[in-house]
């Protein structure tokens, strides 16, 4: 610390705008991507999220802070995270798997934790019938019986153009919170091809209703539809109903994007509230190919029977696209909470992160942009094919991948309280405001400031790409409000160029920046 240069000054001029919702940094590890995350219902404070293809991150603040590990099985973890809770508390790890040596995923792996995420079982398995492959996993844990349900997609064989090839969508449950699973059984009436595109059947993402039914959405050749089965899966007996005509099917570009999918999510209201037992099916879609992507919603208040025309969810009045969007509701106030890509603010390929939520079971929606500053996506880079959100008890955490500069990233925002959101403008109370250095990159000398919203106590860190502490710059330092600046001469602490992170921490406030 002898060798850092530290430039500390305060302006007493206040900052004329906070940002919406604190972005917290997860993690950079392995290029993360597809993220999942769930927050426990019996303790709210404690969240695991994962992504592709082996990570797992853990939070016990509320999702203020984050350790980030590996998940490893016998089995292989290749893969499209799927992360349930519980209501014990426990969490399952869904995700795919193979032989180590071979192409192929031939099965479904889940693994259990009873420790919030901070390990795992080896896994059990479903799915395994000889040369079939078996993709994306959704899963759910029945809040009641804690029954444990998982639907996926089978391919007689990836990728074949064979008519006599095709994929169907797969169900099977446990009785025994993952121990011993039942034999798969098909659900869709009309199989898919095996080309992963949009006559593939795809997206089986279900929802538990109030009284234990099983509602389940996915898309295909036949439209977007629905199935729902109220004895543990044993039986579907309406069928597959359809509920939306797909556009331009689930599978469509949007430019700067590697690949995209408009592929449905299901949600059951079982709050006490006004709109429990309504079941809602979001998805995005296209008006004409490569042009204007919207999000959407549907929703049946008759037990899926029938359903309501399209609305839209995004609320701009551009021709600009929004796209990979994800839904829940909050259990305890009935709220419904989207999370999406969103680029109505610019003319070119600049991509913000949107909130939008529903109050009125469905009817009107408000948009809240949340992430901090927009992002350019790469086209030759995999960017997943959806994000996530989790909302319990009015905690509400939608996570996403970032990239910058070449890199991915994981983001979660902190939302809570939906009283904060009632007008587009409004902006909760945040106690502090970690800025972008500057320059950036830095080779050299740089800057980095932060603003304080009331007298505080703060601790402000740097640490490289791997997690690993380079210098506490400031530690349990009490100051006023107002803004503060700090600077660094990188070559005198002997770093070279290269990507770095910096973090801001309160008593009940963390938020990181990276610089390169």
Known sequence: MNRLILIIFMLLIMSPSWPQFPNVFISVLNFPNEPSVCISPKSPNIMVAGANIKAVYYSSDYGFTWTVAEMTSSFGVYGDPCIVADSAGNFYYFHLSGPPTAALLDRIVCQKSTDNGRSWSDGSFTGLNGTRHQDKSWALADPNSNLLYVFWTQFDKYGSTKPTDSSNILFSASADDGLHWSEPARINKVAGDCLDSSNTVEGAFPAIGPDGEICVSWSGPAGLVFARSTDGGITWPMGNVKVATLRQGWSFDVPGIYICNGMPVTCCDRSSGPYRGNIYVNWSDQEKAGENTDIFLSKSTDGGQTWSPPKRVNDDSTNRHQFLSSMTVDQTTGILYFVFYDRRNYSDLNTDVYL??????????????????????????????????????????????????????????????????HTPDMEPAIPARLEQNYPNPASGFTYMSFRLNRPLEVTLTLFDCSGKTIAVLLRNKNLPAGKYVEGIDLPAMGLVPGIYFYRLQTSDFITTKKWS
Request: aromatic share 10%; hydrophobic share 40%; charged share 15%.
């Open 356 to 421: 939008a939520l529903s109050r009125d079971g469905g009817e009107s929606f408000q948009n809240f942009r949340i992430s901090e500053k927009p992002f350019i996506p790469n086209p030759s880079i995999f960017f997943g094919d959806y994000t996530a959100i989790s909302a319990v008890n009015n905690r509400v955490r939608p996570v996403w991948t970032h990239l910058h500069e070449g890199i991915l990233s994981m983001m979660v925002a902190i939302v809570d309280s939906a009283s904060h959101l």
